[in-house]
C-alpha cells in the first residue's frame, strides 16, 4: 500500500494526449485530472487512465466494462489502423479513444505523464535466476550510506533507503518486476521521496514481456543463470535469452557480469559495443587471471573481484581488488554467494561514480535482507536460516554457505511449488541429499497440486532414505527439527523466505515464516 505522504502529481488528460498528437479539447473530460496510469482493470477509478492492452493471454478489452463500472473517465484502445488513431467514442461520462499500436506506445505513455522520471534518477537493473533482490538491496543500502537516498523495486515490494534510517517499505507488488504502468509510478513514489537512485529486479518474464519499455536503465548487471521458470520459457537457451534482452534497454552504458558464469560470454557477444563492462568474480586467483579468462573478447574491462575469503561466524572477510583500488573488507552476510552479490552492487555503485572509500567503509555495516540466509540464534537448539531458495541453484548455494558455518548437522527443510517446473524437484532433492545431513520434505506453495504428489517428485532425486523424513504441516516440520537438534547444528528453512503466505488448494492462507522461526526460538530458548 501507498502511504499518504506519497500523493503524485495530477495532469490533466488532455495534456497528456496531446504529447501524441490526440485532442480532445472538444470533449467534456477533457480537463479532467488524473493521477495515475493503470493496465489492471481493478486498479481503475476517477482519477485513472485504464490502458486496454494486449496481454500475455488475454485482450484487455475485455476489461473495459469493469474499468468502466469502476468509475474510470478515461481509456485508450488499440487500433491497427493510423487514420484511426485519436478516434473517440463516448460511453456514458467516459471517454474512450484509440491509439495507432498501442502496444508499442504504452512506455512511453507512461513516461511521458509521469514526467520521464527514469531519466532523473540512476537507475540500476538487476536480472539473473538467483541474487536479484540481495543485490537491490545491498546497493540501496550502500547509495544510502553514502549520502544518495535510494528505492527498490522487486520481489519485496518497494522499500526505501535513507542514510542513517531503516527502509521504509513504500508500496507492495505482486510480480518481481511489475507491469510497465507500475514500475514507472513506483519509480515515481522514489523520487518523490528524494531518491537519487533506483535498483530494479528485471525477472525474464518481465524482461520478455517488455515491462520495462522506456524506462532508462544506465546499469544493467547479471548475477548467474541456472534451470528455473521453464514452465513458462520453452527451454533454458530462450529463458537466457529472455535475460539478456535488459542488455537493450534504454539509456544501457555499463553492464556488471559474474565473470564466474560461462553465460557471462554470450552478455559480452550481445553488449553495445560502446558500454564499459565490469567482471566480477569470487573465484578467480587474480585480476590478470581474470582479464586472461575474457580475453578472447576485444571490450575494454573494468574488474571487482574477492580474493582469499575466510569465512566466520557472522559473515566473511576477503581483499577486494578492483579497477578503483583494493581493501581489506568485512562482510556481516554469510555465504560466498553474498560475497558475488556484494561485488555487482559495489561495480554498479563505482561505476556510476560512487566514492571508492566510503563504500569501502559501508560495508561493514550492511544489513541482511530479510528472508535471504538470515540466521535466528538459538541458545539451547541448533541456529535457524530461513532462506528464500526455492530452485536447485538456489539450495545448494544456501547449502553450500550454511556448510561453511556448521560444526554439528546440517538439517534442511524445504518442499517445492506446485503448477510450475516440476523438472527441478528431482534436482533439488539431490541437491538436499548431497548437501544436507538430514532432510526434510514438507509443504510449500502447492497451488492446485496434491504437496503429496510434489514430494514423491522430489523424491526421485533421493536415493538415502535413511537421510529423509517427511512432514506435511510446514509448522510441525520446523518445531520437531528444532527441538530435535543439538546447539551445534544448523537448520535451513528454505523456500519462503520473506512471503508472507502459503498457497494451499490454490488459496493463499497468512504465513510468515520469519515471525514463526523467530518466535520459536525465542519461547523456546534455554
Known sequence: ????????????????????????????????????????????DQASMFIAHQGTHVNGNKYIQNALDNGAKFILVNTDNTEK???????????????????????????????????????????????????????????????????????????????????????????TTPDIASVHYLAHLVAHRGGKRLCIEASSHGLHQKRLSSFKTEVAAFTNLTQDHLDYHPSLAEY???????????????????????????????????????????????????????????????????????????????????????????????????????????????????????????????????????????AKHGNMIVDYAHTPDALKQALLAARQHVIGQLIVIFGCGGDRDNAKRSQMGKVAEDLADKIILTQDNSRSELPEDI?????????????????????????????????DDLIVVAGKGHEEYLELNSVREYYNEREYVKQLTMELRG
Request: proline share 2%; net charge negative; with cysteine.
Open 240 to 378: 537466457a535469452q529472455a535475460k539478456r534482452l535488459l542488455l537493450k534497454q534504454d539509456g544501457v552504458r555499463y553492464v556488471v557480469l559474474n565473470a564466474d558464469d560461462k553465460e557471462s560470454h554470450h552478455w559480452i557477444e550481445e553488449a553495445p559495443r560502446d558500454t564499459t563492462i565490469c567482471l566480477c568474480a569470487v573465484e578467480q586467483p587474480s585480476s590478470e587471471a581474470l582479464l586472461q579468462l575474457y580475453a578472447k573478447h576485444p571490450q575494454n574491462f573494468t574488474y571487482c573481484i574477492a580474493l582469499n575469503p575466510r569465512f566466520t561466524p557472522n559473515g566473511s572477510e576477503f581483499e577486494l581488488e578492483t579497477s578503483w583500488g583494493n581493501a581489506a573488507v568485512s562482510l556481516p552476510l554469510i555465504g560466498q554467494f553474498n560475497i558475488a552479490n556484494l561485488l555487482t552492487a559495489l561495480s554498479a555503485l563505482l561505476l556510476q561514480g560512487g566514492s571508492f572509500e566510503q563504500l569501502v567503509n559501508a560495508v561493514s555495516h550492511l544489513a541482511g535482507v530479510p528472508g535471504r540466509m538470515e540466521v535466528f540464534e538459538s
Open 455 to 487: 514430494i514423491a517428485d522430489i523424491q526421485q532425486g533421493i536415493t538415502k532414505k535413511s537421510k529423509l523424513s517427511i512432514d506435511l504441516e510446514r509448522t510441525s516440520a520446523i518445531k520437531h527439527a528444532y527441538l530435535n537438534s543439538h546447539s
Open 85 to 175: 488513431h485519436g478516434e473517440k467514442e463516448s460511453v456514458g461520462e467516459a471517454l474512450i479513444v484509440r491509439f495507432y499500436e498501442l502496444e508499442k506506445h504504452i512506455g512511453s505513455i507512461c513516461s511521458a505523464f509521469h514526467q520521464y522520471v527514469s531519466n532523473k534518477l540512476q537507475c540500476v537493473a538487476i536480472t539473473g535466476t538467483n541474487g536479484k533482490t540481495s543485490v537491490a538491496h545491498i546497493c540501496a543500502q550502500l547509495s544510502a550510506a553514502c549520502g544518495e537516498d535510494a528505492g527498490t523495486i522487486g520481489t519485496m515490494g518497494v522499500a526505501f533507503y535513507a542514510k542513517g534510517k531503516a527502509a521504509v517499505k513504500i508500496s507492495d507488488t505482486i510480480n
Open 1 to 44: 500500500m501507498t502511504s499518504n505522504e506519497d500523493k503524485l502529481h495530477t495532469r490533466s488528460i488532455a495534456s497528456v494526449l496531446a504529447i501524441f498528437d490526440i485532442s480532445i479539447a472538444d470533449t467534456d473530460i477533457a480537463d479532467i485530472k488524473i493521477d495515475n496510469i493503470v493496465l489492471d482493470s481493478r486498479e481503475a
